[in-house]
């Protein structure tokens, strides 16, 4: 991974004290998703293609247990649907359109 930018810098030093995990592979954006990226209320990935950090157009659930790092992250490519199973066994799916997924550096 490259350097990171100023404007990623705010988002992945507040993960200072843990590690990434819980990424999951859009091979159709060659972006990675992970659950606890969240920056300005949309999720963060990583563009593989450019080498860099983005905001996606993916905006949190409101729920505060959403995207922390007990949540897994999954997706199914043939029915468009992200996954997540978080703590207390809170379960999110998220019907997407790749196509309508968009990124912009943070």
């Known amino acids: 991974m490259s350097p990171i930018d100023k404007g ?5 030093l507040a993960l200072a ?3 990434l995990r819980e990424p999951v592979y859009i091979e159709a954006l060659d972006l990675v998703l992970f659950t606890q990226l969240w920056l300005d209320g949309v999720q963060v ?3 593989v293609a ?4 983005v905001k996606t157009n993916i905006a949190r ?4 247990q ?15 649907r992200l996954y997540s199973l978080c703590n207390y066994s809170e379960g999110f ?9 968009t990124t912009t550096p943070p």
């Open 93 to 101: 799916v998220m019907r997407v359109a790749t196509a309508n997924i």
């Open 66 to 80: 959403f995207g922390s790092v007990d949540c897994g992250i999954a997706f199914d490519g043939a029915r468009q």
């Open 17 to 19: 004290l843990h590690h």
């Open 8 to 12: 990623a810098t705010r988002c992945i």
């Open 45 to 47: 990935g990583y563009d």
């Open 50 to 53: 450019n080498n860099r950090w």
């Open 61 to 64: 659930h409101a729920s505060q």
